[in-house]
């Protein structure tokens, strides 16, 4: 059986996501969703899996992955400690991922839109109604302010992230803030943060 035809049974719908989150903020209980997309892919299977040998060679090299030996590992924990992993159903190599690194298909699943969904759908504003949100990542402070302003969701901070090894600083600004919920946009470090 393929990745896909194993993963499909499992991807939840936009509205089971909503309600995932719904229920752990009603109840007090931590919650994740993070992406695996392309690049995370690349990063982690780049020098591990062959087919990736030569992708250090492309237009990423100089964003991420001068950062793979350094950080990893600690990208394949941030995946293997998500809560629900949003995946591209149709990216072959996220298979050849997941068998390398014996992942475990046993948790919830989404299609890699539902984040675009939430936003579009309106449901993530109904989720963070009278929330506090702190957001992470470049621009995003300016980008979601008036949206947080128009549903009544209190911003609460924000700051951007200057790659891998401004982490550290990142971690350090979200332990000093009471929030409700993090809406991080920051490519692969988020999976660390």
């Known amino acids: ?6 993963l499909m049974p499992k991807l939840l719908s936009i509205k089971e996501v909503a309600e995932k989150f719904r229920q752990a903020m009603d109840e007090n209980k931590p919650i ?12 982690l299977a780049h020098k591990v899996l062959p087919a990736f040998d030569n992708f250090y060679e492309s237009a990423f090299k100089d964003l991420f992955y001068q950062h793979i030996q350094a950080y990893r590992d600690e990208v394949l924990n941030g995946i ?24 475990s298909m046993d948790r919830h699943f989404c299609d890699a839109s ?11 504003y109904e989720i963070l109604k009278k929330k506090r949100v702190f957001l992470v990542g470049n621009g995003m402070g ?9 549903y009544e969701i209190e911003l609460v901070g ?24 993090a809406l991080i946009s920051a ?5 660390i943060l």
């Open 142 to 150: 300016q980008i979601m302010q008036p949206l947080l302003e128009k």
């Open 80 to 103: 293997l400690a998500v809560d629900i992993l949003e995946v591209n159903s149709c990216f072959s190599p996220t298979n050849d991922l997941f068998e390398h690194h014996s992942m």
């Open 32 to 43: 994740s969703l993070a992406s695996v997309g392309d690049g995370e892919v690349y990063f």
């Open 158 to 181: 924000y700051t951007n992230v200057d790659n891998f090894p401004d982490l550290p600083r990142v971690k350090e600004s979200l332990s000093k803030v009471d929030f409700d919920l």
């Open 187 to 191: 490519s692969t470090p988020a999976l």
């Open 1 to 6: 059986m393929t990745f896909r035809e194993l």
């Open 114 to 124: 539902i984040g675009r969904g939430l936003h579009f759908t309106g449901l993530l």
